[in-house]
């Protein structure tokens, strides 16, 4: 079982940046799939962005390609989101998550952060 914790979220003005972490604890990580979520408020928890396990394979909701940019650490037991050019549609609270194989699917993440509340203000 992997342990991931959320950090880096807040409020920001359109247009800005926030770089969101998940550190994770547990042998496991570095051959985890890891992917970033998002809910805002009376909405479903929808798929942001994937990494496997390597970082060789990305993948990227349609809504944020070309914005945000998924990366990983192994040796820091760390995934990143790097957010770009935000938008208010953008707020959520974020949830990074962890699985065994590569998918898109959140059912299928086994160990789930506590998540992060983005706000982006108009």
């Known amino acids: 079982q992997v342990q991931l914790v959320e950090s880096g979220g807040g409020l920001v003005q359109a247009g800005g940046s926030l770089r969101l972490s998940c550190a994770a604890s547990g042998r496991t990580f570095s051959t985890s799939t890891v992917g970033w979520f998002r809910q805002a408020p009376g909405k479903e928890r929808d798929f942001v962005a994937g990494i496997s396990r390597a970082g060789i394979r990305t993948d990227y909701a349609n809504a944020v390609k070309g914005r945000f940019t998924i990366s990983r650490d192994n040796a820091e037991n760390t995934v990143y989101l790097q957010m770009n050019s935000l938008k208010p549609e953008d707020t959520a609270v974020y949830y990074c998550?962890?699985?065994?194989?590569?998918?898109?699917?959140?059912?299928?993440?086994?160990?789930w952060g506590q998540g992060t509340q983005v706000t982006v203000s108009s």
């Open positions: 998550a962890a699985a065994t194989h590569y998918t898109l699917d959140a059912g299928a993440f086994g160990s």
